[in-house]
């Protein structure tokens, strides 16, 4: 994953994954360290429904308070799969406006950069 803040100043970072089930297996999810704090309960895989999370915060939790926020481009994580049917499929990110259980980017202002689904852009995977 990705992730390019352009002008804005990140503090926080959920990705939702969806891929086929049938077709793929998630096997791992890691972390690159952009952020401060990717909570080991925000890096899930769920390959009974077909989804993988992984989130991040610019947090640091013994010091309580929020860290440099991040305005840079750089890789956020890396997903891995394993095929279970050699066919075609795509693996995108979930996203709703406004909604905080999917995929968002949040300013320093607490505020949802991600405008519409043409920001995130996903794998086809021949």
Do not use: H
């Not at 390019?4 to 086929?20: G, L, R, Y």
């Not at 791992?28 to 915060?57: C, K, M, Q």
């Not at 406006?97 to 920001?119: A, M, R, V």
């Amino acid at each position: 994953i990705l992730l390019n803040s352009q002008v804005n100043k990140i503090i926080a970072v959920d990705t939702k994954i969806k891929f086929d089930k049938d077709v793929l297996e998630a096997v791992d999810v890691v972390s690159f360290r952009l952020l401060v704090t990717y909570p080991e309960s925000a890096r899930v895989i769920d390959n009974n429904n077909g989804f993988v999370y992984l989130s991040a915060i610019n947090y640091d939790s013994t010091k309580k308070t929020f860290t440099e926020p991040y305005q840079n481009i750089g890789l956020f994580g890396r997903m891995s799969f394993r095929v279970k049917k050699s066919l075609p499929t795509k693996i995108e990110f979930v996203y709703t406006p406004k909604n905080t259980n999917e995929t968002n980017i949040i300013n320093t202002s607490g505020e949802d950069i991600l405008n519409d689904q043409s920001q995130l852009v996903g794998a086809v995977v021949n």
